[in-house]
């Protein structure tokens, strides 16, 4: 069976991953200091091919046994977590990604970076294709996360090239799904959290900044098929759907039968006023393309936070 390593693996994204991997006949480690991440998003996994190790990957990584994949996920992901924790943001980023990178090369195993469509900053092109390099304020407060993905990226290009590392990068859009933390920040549990409860739906700015949103199950297919692909260069997933975060506020309300109304809160500095992925390159080299319409993925999702609120 392959061996694959999953860090950040008890964060959202992360654990999904691991359950889809083993689910694929893998036998998976998975690392996290659990900064961010919960160990209740993985425990369902102990009585599989699953070893988690408490670990923080900026410190050097060792790793008994044959090793086949790395995926790397460890980072803040959700602008409450950057904003407060800027510099483990850039050491994961940073630090993370070469220790990743030197275990893959001693194990000639391959790896795969999650890096984001925040490398795009806030883009003066759109729809967004992997070919445009983005428009970043690297000393902004939302650098620290934009500019970690970048370097990142950078890196791993460059053991590519030096070494010989087999490497994958995926950018990943907005994604969502169930076990989001309920204090995420990120559109969909926030609004979800706030609709559950009866309270304001707070939206920044007046809502007409746009996103483009993807459930959980599609996004891991993209990033599996990416990893079992020849596809070296970076590849968007996402979903190409765009819609206003108003209109986002206006189907969690629906969807949740909350008598919530929508409030508009001051815009954070340097937010994106436009997200929206070209797939094309996925859907040519990888024949993927997202599945799950909206209403059903936050159906799915609104009965995962009602159980967490105790509702």
Same mark, same amino acid.
């Given at each position: 069976m392959p061996r694959a390593l999953v860090t950040g693996a008890a964060g959202f994204l992360g654990?999904?991953?691991?359950?889809?991997?083993?689910? /694929?006949g893998f036998t998976v480690v998975g690392m996290d200091n659990l900064l961010t991440?919960?160990?209740?998003?993985?425990?369902?996994?102990?009585?599989?091919?699953?070893?988690?190790?408490?670990?923080?990957?900026?410190?050097y990584i060792h790793l008994d046994g044959p090793l086949d994949h790395i995926l790397h996920f460890a980072s803040p992901a959700s602008p409450i977590d950057y904003l407060k924790l800027p510099i483990q943001t850039l050491k994961v980023?940073?630090?993370?990604?070469?220790?990743?990178?030197?275990?893959?090369?001693?194990?000639?195993?391959r790896f795969l970076l999650a890096s984001t469509s925040e490398v795009y900053g806030d883009p003066l092109t759109h729809p967004q294709r992997e070919d445009y390099w983005g428009n970043v304020n690297p000393v902004g407060p939302r650098g620290v996360?934009?500019?970690?993905?970048?370097?990142?990226?950078?890196?791993?290009?460059a053991y590519h090239r030096v070494h010989g590392v087999e490497t994958r990068i995926v950018r990943i859009f907005n994604t969502y799904g169930p076990r989001m933390r309920l204090d995420d920040g990120r559109a969909i549990p926030?609004?979800?959290?706030?609709?559950?409860?009866?309270?304001?739906?707070?939206?920044?700015?007046?809502?007409s900044q746009? /996103?483009?949103?993807?459930?959980?199950?599609?996004?891991?297919?993209?990033?599996?098929?990416?990893?079992?692909?020849?596809a070296v260069d970076p590849v968007n997933i996402g979903n190409p759907r765009e819609m206003t975060i108003r209109a986002l506020a206006e189907e969690v309300i629906a969807t949740t039968?909350?008598?919530?109304r929508i409030v508009e809160r001051p815009l954070p500095i340097d937010d994106p006023k436009v997200r929206q992925p070209d797939i094309?390159?996925? /859907?040519?080299l990888l024949d993927w393309e997202p599945r799950v319409p909206l209403k059903e993925g936050l159906a799915r999702t609104v009965e995962y936070f009602r159980q967490k609120l105790g509702l």
């Open positions: 654990s999904h991953l691991c359950e889809r991997l083993l689910d /694929r991440g919960s160990v209740a998003n993985i425990e369902h996994l102990v009585s599989r091919d699953f070893l988690f190790i408490k670990h923080d990957v900026t410190n980023g940073s630090l993370g990604t070469h220790n990743g990178l030197g275990l893959a090369k001693a194990k000639k195993a996360y934009d500019e970690a993905k970048r370097f990142a990226e950078a890196m791993v290009m926030a609004f979800l959290s706030q609709a559950l409860r009866g309270e304001d739906v707070t939206v920044f700015g007046d809502g746009t /996103r483009s949103l993807c459930y959980v199950s599609d996004l891991v297919d993209g990033i599996l098929r990416l990893l079992l692909s020849d039968g909350s008598s919530s094309t390159r996925a /859907r040519t």
